[in-house]
């Protein structure tokens, strides 16, 4: 059984941090793409970052140079600092992991959201 908990969301002022977290099992951990991506209220689901089986990272233009995601593989654990938080970055965070093969999706597996609020 697949599972991916989300933690470490919260209430946090402007100017603040936070480190999101989320555990997988029931999947072959190293193997998958890890990703983050948010969804204001209103708003679609975005991407926030990734990072590949190998380390390799990619950041949304509105995040980069403040948050930083990082992989323990044997922890099976995706990670997110989040820093110099603003109130734009209030959402829903999701984790993700996707198998992907030659650019096609063969496995997409997503968590339940943690809520993250950051205040003015």
């Known amino acids: 059984q697949v599972q991916l908990v989300e933690s470490g969301g919260g209430l946090v002022q402007a100017g603040g941090s936070l480190r999101l977290s989320c555990a997988a099992s029931?999947?072959?951990?190293?193997?998958?793409?890890m990703g983050w991506y948010r969804q204001a209220p209103g708003k679609q689901r975005e991407l926030v970052a990734t990072i590949t089986s190998g380390g390799s990272t990619n950041y949304a233009d509105s995040v980069e140079g403040r948050f930083t995601i990082s992989r323990d593989n044997a922890e099976n654990t995706v990670y997110l600092q989040m820093n110099s938080l603003k109130p734009e970055d209030t959402a829903v965070y999701y984790c993700?992991?996707?198998?992907?093969?030659?650019?096609?999706?063969?496995?997409?597996?997503w968590g339940q959201g943690t809520q993250v609020t950051v205040s003015s």
């Open positions: 993700n992991a996707r198998l992907l093969h030659n650019y096609r999706i063969l496995s997409d597996y």
């Open positions: 029931g999947f072959t951990f190293g193997s998958y793409r």
